[in-house]
């Protein structure tokens, strides 16, 4: 599956910006689906993840109560709605899904990528 993330720009702290990851066919629902982010000089993190139905999520503790992800099964796309945005929130955000269906917390779990979209909070 090919997946295409966008909706990354520059928002201020305090702001609001949506992720959209887009997949190419129509197996998406099966997938278990995540968001990644990656800031400069630092690894890979898990920012959430969301099973097959989207029936059940999870959020690394940065981020939870601030960002939510869902999914449109019927048209291929897993969002992530990020709210009170902070500096640190500043990096490459990257969509992933693995085939099993369910939530995987290790970027290596994961078959599939997207190429990353950048978020950028200014202070």
């Known amino acids: 599956v090919q997946l295409q993330a966008s909706g990354g720009g520059l928002v201020q702290a305090g702001g609001s910006l949506r992720l959209s990851c887009a997949a190419s066919?129509?197996?998406?629902?099966?997938?278990?689906m995540g968001w990644f982010r990656q800031a400069p000089g630092k690894e890979r993190e898990f920012v959430a993840g969301?099973?097959?139905?989207?029936?059940?999520?999870y959020y690394a503790d940065s981020v939870k109560g601030r960002f939510t992800i869902s999914r449109d099964n019927a048209g291929n796309t897993v969002y992530l709605q990020m709210n009170s945005l902070k500096v640190d929130d500043t990096a490459v955000y990257f969509c992933?899904?693995?085939?099993?269906?369910?939530?995987?917390?290790?970027?290596?779990?994961?078959?599939?990528w997207g190429q990353g979209t950048l978020v950028t909070v200014s202070s």
């Open positions: 992933a899904a693995e085939p099993t269906g369910y939530i995987r917390y290790y970027a290596g779990e994961y078959a599939y």
């Open positions: 066919e129509g197996t998406f629902s099966l997938y278990g």
């Open positions: 969301i099973n097959w139905s989207g029936g059940s999520t």
